[in-house]
Every structure is written in C-alpha cells, then in structure tokens.
C-alpha cells in the first residue's frame, strides 16, 4: 500500500525488501535518512524530521525521544498533564477551563511534534499570533504550568516560558459604575427583587461575581460575612471577615432565601447561579434598567472601592473588605474614584487656607 507523505523536503518510496523509506532532501542540506518503517506522526520521525530541518544530527533527537519512552509527543503530554494531581489540585474549576481549552487547541495544533520542539521561539512566535498583548499575556499564563509541570517530571530539560515576559498595555480595565448609574439600577429594581440583592451584594463587598454567587447564611456570624474568596482558594486562600453594610442586610431581608438554600442569590428554578448563567441574566437586570453594556458585574468591584476611597477608607482598610492581597491592586481599583469630588475638596481646602490667611492678616 503506497503511503503518501506530503511533509516538506521529504521523500518516500518502497525499497527492494519492502521497507517504507524516507529521505529528507533540501537544497543546501545534505540528505538525510529519517527512520525507516516509521510512522511520520511519531515523536520519534517527528523529532528526526525537525533536527533535519535546523541542519542537526537526527540520531541524537531520536536517542532524546525513546529514551523518554516515545512519549515526547506534545499531545501526550498534554494528555498526561491534565489528568495529572498537579492539575486537577492546583486551580479552580474555571481556571482548569481555562488551560483545558487552551492545551487542547494546542494539540490539535501541533500534538503530533516532539515536546521538545515547542522551544523559545515556536512559543513567541505562537504568542504573536493573538490579537492584544492581553490575549499574549493570558495564552503565557496558561501554558506556563505546562512546562513547569514537564520539567519537573524531566519530560524536558529546559523550561522555554521561563525567560519569556509579555506585558500587557496599561488600560482602565472595566468601567467603573458611577453613582448615577448605581441609583438607576437601584430605582428600576427595588428592594426584594433578585436583581437589587446581586447589586448590593457586589458594591457593598467589593467582591468578584464567583463570591457572590456562592455567599449564603452560612457565611453569617453574629453580624458578619466570613468567607474564603474563591479566586486562588486552592493555592493562596484568602480570608475575608467584614461586617454587614445596612444597605446590604436590608436587600438580604427583603430577599429572603428557600431555607434549604445555601446562597443569597438563586435563578428562577430556585438553585444557585453558574458563573455564566449569572453574566448573562445580570446583563439582562442591567438592560432592563436602561444600563449602558459597559455596566458589569467587575465594575461593580470597582465602584465599591471607588466609594470606599471617597469617604477616606485607607488603602488598608479597603482592601479588608474586597480581599486584595496587595496595595497596589487598590490603587488601581481606586484610580477610578470620583475625581471631581476629590477636586472639590482639594478646592475647598485651599479657600478655606486662604480665608484663615486673609483674617490673620486682618487681625494683625
């Protein structure tokens, strides 16, 4: 049976024993054999194939492979990371989405090479392929633990993401929502509705839409919301111990849950919110409020840390209450606050500095 080889610079034919033969032949290369009877999605043609390319010895990448028990292929170890304790223990749900949908893209890609083939540059080059530098920064993120998961397990012996940095251009993020746009939503849905509790539930706790999706009355203690953040809950949790806002008790009243329920926030069937069904039905509770698509759950977030900074909470402070690890990702939230007032204020010191000024000069 004549098997057809459509690989670059690479002939086959079927010699005098009945042998299926491959020579690469390129011009300015020398011709090189490449494993006979083998079949050209293996790691190890894959790998003798490649070497061929970059004018190296093909043994030695063969040798590198089978000694590795033919398993250098990046699908396979794809395969044998994502069932892997490493990743199954080490993130969220989401986050395990995340990668899973990403390395599979990858192996669908390029599965058949030899991991080893994924070198500094292939990943640069696979880098500039996404659209933003955030995409870039985010496709690093993702396939770092890859990496660092084969090294260890001496699938490779260098680690090509380990000198590569992608910053992402400095923006604003997600819009912040003003005090305007938060009466708007308050006005269209008052309290004892869903829609008004998931509002006040996110501005008075600074949280993430996966906290407040999962707070219930078992977080209550004696006037306070104990609870772990989910983000980095398997390998950094962070605790977070606040007291109750009145606005928000009053929406958690107004709203009561099922007693078998164990969170604030349920859908219509009565059970508690996916992160995806909450985005779109909390979209729908802002369009219904005449809300700009700009309105959404993370500027929230940022509107309680904005409120918070406006009435002279301390980085510190703040950041008990949103769960931040760090000042600096408050002073970022906190850019966005109300600078017309903050101006205002500013203003109104120096008159007031000034009129102390004119009435000494008075006196004297």
């Known amino acids: 049976m004549k098997i057809e080889v459509t690989m670059k610079y690479v002939q086959s034919w079927e010699d005098h ?10 011009a300015g290369y020398p011709r090189v054999e490449l494993p006979v009877d083998s079949d050209p999605a293996s790691p190890e043609f894959q790998a003798a194939y490649h070497a061929a390319m970059k004018g190296e010895k093909t043994n030695a990448a063969v040798v590198a492979v089978v000694a590795g028990g033919g398993s250098g292929s990046v699908r396979d170890a794809i395969t044998q990371y994502l069932d892997s304790t490493t990743f199954h223990d080490a993130y969220a749900d989401s ?5 899973r949908s990403l390395l599979n893209s990858i192996s669908r890609l390029v599965g058949n090479l030899p991991l080893a083939q994924m070198d500094r540059n292939w990943i640069g080059r696979w880098l500039e392929t996404s ?72 501005l008075n706790l600074a949280s993430r839409r996966g906290d407040a999706i999962v707070l219930g009355r078992q977080h209550l203690k004696e006037g306070w919301l ?62 219904e409020a005449g809300l700009p698509k700009s309105c959404v759950p993370h500027g929230l977030r940022k509107a309680g840390c904005r409120i918070m900074a406006e009435s002279n909470c301390t980085p510190h402070e703040i950041a008990a209450v949103s769960g931040h690890r760090t000042l600096k990702e408050v002073e970022r939230y906190t850019a966005a606050a109300d600078r ?3 101006a205002e204020r500013a203003q109104a010191k120096v008159a007031n500095a000034g009129t102390i000024v004119s009435l000494r000069g008075v006196s004297a």
């Not at 009945?18 to 032949?25: A, I, N, P």
């Not at 986050?95 to 990668?99: A, D, L, M, N, Y």
């Not at 998961?149 to 590569?164: H, K």
Request: charged content about 30%; glycine content about 4%.
């Open 340 to 342: 017309k007032r903050l």
């Open 131 to 202: 659209s933003t530098r955030g995409a870039q920064k985010n496709r690093l993120i993702s396939i770092k633990p890859l990496f660092k998961w084969a090294l260890i397990m001496r699938l490779i012996t260098v680690d090509p993401t380990a000198s590569i940095r992608v910053k992402a251009k400095e923006s604003a993020g997600h819009h912040t929502w003003t005090d305007d746009e938060v009466e708007q939503y308050r006005v269209r849905h008052p309290l004892g509705t869903m829609a008004r509790l998931a509002l006040e539930l996110m």
């Open 17 to 26: 024993l009945g042998r299926r033969r491959y020579r690469f032949r390129r």
């Open 95 to 99: 986050t395990k989405s995340r990668q």
């Open 226 to 287: 104990v609870y772990t953040q989910e983000k980095n809950r398997k390998r950094k949790p962070a605790k977070v111990e606040t007291p109750i806002a009145p606005t928000l008790l009053a929406a958690i009243e107004a709203c009561s849950s099922t007693p078998e329920s164990l969170t604030f926030l349920t859908n219509e069937w009565g059970r508690p919110f996916a992160k995806q069904s909450f985005g779109r039905w909390f979209r729908q509770c802002c369009d």
